[in-house]
């Protein structure tokens, strides 16, 4: 097995190290190294936005070498839920850290001045960024790319301005159209005065005593599922086309989730923006097919016929936060917003959820358009919404200087927490279908997220399970899911690479993973990320949902806040067990 090579950066001195960390080998790569490298450098008794505070980068260990294994994972102490944060992003980055010879980065402290660092192998050189600070995301790409000259297998990453004034819910943008967008890593690279990083690698070849034959044999295997099989769908319409099922069923969040369906659902379906907007479709680097839809969006900017031309990649999320949640239901006004968003460096889902709980607030009266800035704002006013997000970057009124910590934030000074959409201090994902993905985000889940364990999934296989079942179904998903993590493999595709598959595929680039105990693996990567989060401050007993959740019909089913509190106990009472069988208690 390889031994990884991790750069630690430190940014208050400019200087740099590779190190082989032997010791790591036995949690791969990805999110199992991440979390190894985070747990032995986070400062957990300092403001997650300290200088000491730690960035940490890891390429899945099956990149490069295997089809859809594109991802890297970002773990760091997050500025929006002072707890756990993590963030995964496909692109060029793994490639690039690959090909530079890297599994992993490590950066902390802070530079004196604004800057982007330039990765090339084991180089590391700290760029002046002034010129680049307060611009839009895709205008410091642009700028980067004309002074490297360095064109191919490289990745860019940057933020926005709302990454520069520590917005608790920025994001990172990785080559483009992909994106750490979760839990506010923007806000600790402004914080470290990172604007960007560029990563250049001179490339790395597949180990030698790799059997090609056997290789190249398993890798067509698994190329030809992935272009005619299952993940077909993903290059069609991508994740838009779940708009019209979910609104069908009635769990498509819509005006900030006082309804569940939306009567222009079908303007903003993934087959609407096909037919309309589509102009071509993209993938990560290793994926053959090419999931990420770009739509085109014209806009007049002077009346003799002179046109800007902005293209925009979206997908399910974007037009349920920025869509429905927001009851915009014009393609173009969801594209604007997503725009808006990109070149501010904004989380898009949190950002719906934050203007979401921003227009019934208003409406209750407990904020005012004086606390706004604003004339107007209500459900589906593209141009307010936009007017709002400048405002959230650039206002100093008391109003946004709280927005920027988070909706928590806002709910402590001004109220109105029953209809904030959180699980658990980060925006809820485009699902309201019932228990397992209230739970599933919420409670077991360790980001947070949809993508932890899916149970919006299990809730449309069968919505009568009991609250033991479910934490059975989602904890043996959420524990499989640390260790896949590990792999760099994207999700989309966990059905082609079965376990037997991805053991395959380890030895044939020189890991041996037989011996390993998968399960045994996911669950230590599980509950290590678990007691990081009780040691700062989650507490199964006192958790609880706001009202919202339970006040709207998910599918047409009220859910019961004593289902609930049985699914806590079933959870803990499981946890207790898994805490036992490694030691930990």
Known sequence: MKTPKILFIDLNDGSYVVKERPDLKKYLGGTGIATELFLENVNIDRDPLDPSQPIIIVAGYLTPYFPVATKSVAIFYS??????GESHAGGRLALALKLSGLDGIVIKGKNPYPCYISINDFNVIINNAYPLWGLKATESATYIRDKEGKAGLRS??????AGENYTAFSMVIVDTYRHFGRLGLG??????????????GSGREI??????????????E?????????????????????????????ALPTKNLKETSFDKAEDISGEA????????????AGCPLGCIHIATRRERFAPEEEWERNDISYDYELIYALGSLLGIGNRLGILKMIECTEELGLDAIYTGVFLAWTTEALEKGIISLSDLGVESLSFGDVEAYIKVLK????????????ARRGLVELTKVYGGRDYALLMNKNAMA???TGYANLIGQGLVGIRNAHTDNAGYALDQENNNLKPEETIDMLLEEEIYRAFFNCTGICLFARKIYDTVSIKKASSLIGYEIEDIDIKKLGEEIYLKKLRFKMKTGFDIDSFNFPERFFQTPAMNKYLSKEWVEEAKKAYKKRLELLFKEHGLL
Do not use: Q, W
């Open 79 to 84: 500025p929006l839920t002072y707890s756990f």
């Open 273 to 284: 923006f096909a037919e309309h907007v589509l102009t071509r479709k993209f993938a990560c």
């Open 222 to 250: 698994v190329h030809k599922k992935v272009i005619s099989g299952s993940m077909r769908k993903y290059h069609e319409f991508g994740t838009a086309l779940n708009i019209m099922p979910l609104n069908e069923l009635k």
């Open 187 to 200: 806000a600790l690279m402004g914080a470290k005065n990172i604007k960007a990083m560029i990563i250049t």
């Open 207 to 220: 180990d030698k005593d790799t059997n090609y034959f056997e290789y190249k044999t398993f890798f067509e």
């Open 430 to 432: 485009g699902y309201h």
């Open 391 to 402: 405002e959230l970057i650039y206002s100093d009124k008391s109003f946004y200087t709280t």
């Open 156 to 161: 860019i990453l940057r933020i926005g301005p």
